[in-house]
């Protein structure tokens, strides 16, 4: 099975832009989650889907934003870009999200904020 | 915030040896799951234990769960260069419904060849 992959690899933005990243989860699996890595807050939960609902979400601003579609693909979205918005942020996809909970993490979209 | 607070920050080691890292949380959990990372790039999932587990292992792998005292160890047998890297314990807390890991800091291997 392919993994989860992530879309862009990099971007470079400005502040005040809006991003769109990408995830498209393993195949079959219906739980999609967010996080973003900084070298200062370390790993942090931004939210999940499960069949196109949020289903948790972390203590994050409103905007970060995101959504799931039909086909389990999930896009987040950063609005009004600050600079302490540059970060690794990871996508992580599981079947159903709670007993069978083993996470498999994309590669990561590494953005820069100027 | 983070949950869980791994010890050490860092360990270098020299190749062949062992090596052991430790995880405590804070918070009742339905599993312990231990990811390692590579300068920056995804994280790999290694192993997962569930609350009612107590040791499990998986090739080169020993990780050990002990509810009572919120904390868990995973252990790298005969150590290799290639597994420097950045090792992290993430904690899906019991009162959650669906998927949301809280992570520790991490902690940093690094093996000397």
């Known amino acids: 099975k392919a993994g989860v992959t992530q879309t862009p690899r990099y971007l470079i933005k400005t502040r005040g832009q809006q991003v769109t990243l990408s995830c498209s989860p393993i195949?079959?699996?219906?739980?999609v989650s967010w996080y973003q890595q900084t070298p200062g807050q370390g790993l942090q939960f931004l939210f999940e889907y499960f069949s196109e609902t949020q289903r948790n979400k972390g203590n994050f601003p409103g905007r970060f934003s995101g959504r799931q579609f039909s086909n389990s693909r999930s896009e987040m979205n950063v609005s009004t870009l600050e600079l302490g918005d540059s970060a690794l942020y990871l996508c992580?996809?599981?079947?159903?999200?709670?007993?069978?909970?083993?996470?498999?993490f994309g590669p990561g979209t590494r953005l820069t904020v100027l | 915030s983070q949950q869980g607070e791994e010890d050490p920050q860092a360990l270098s080691i020299q190749e062949g040896e062992n090596a052991t890292m430790n995880c405590s949380y804070k918070t009742s959990i339905n599993n312990l799951q231990w990811y390692r990372q590579n300068s920056g790039r995804g994280l790999v999932h290694l192993i997962l234990?569930?609350?009612?587990?107590r040791e499990k292992h998986s090739g080169r792998l020993r990780v050990t769960l002990d509810t009572s005292k919120k904390s868990s160890s995973l252990l790298i047998t005969a150590s290799r260069a290639a597994d420097t890297a950045s090792y992290f314990c993430?904690?899906?807390?019991?009162?959650?419904?669906?998927?949301?890991?809280?992570f520790g800091e991490g902690t940093q291997l690094t093996v000397n060849p």
């Open positions: 993430a904690t899906d807390a019991l009162e959650t419904s669906g998927s949301r890991l809280t």
């Open positions: 195949s079959g699996h219906r739980s």
């Open positions: 992580a996809s599981s079947f159903r999200g709670r007993e069978y909970n083993e996470q498999f």
């Open positions: 234990i569930r609350s009612n587990e």
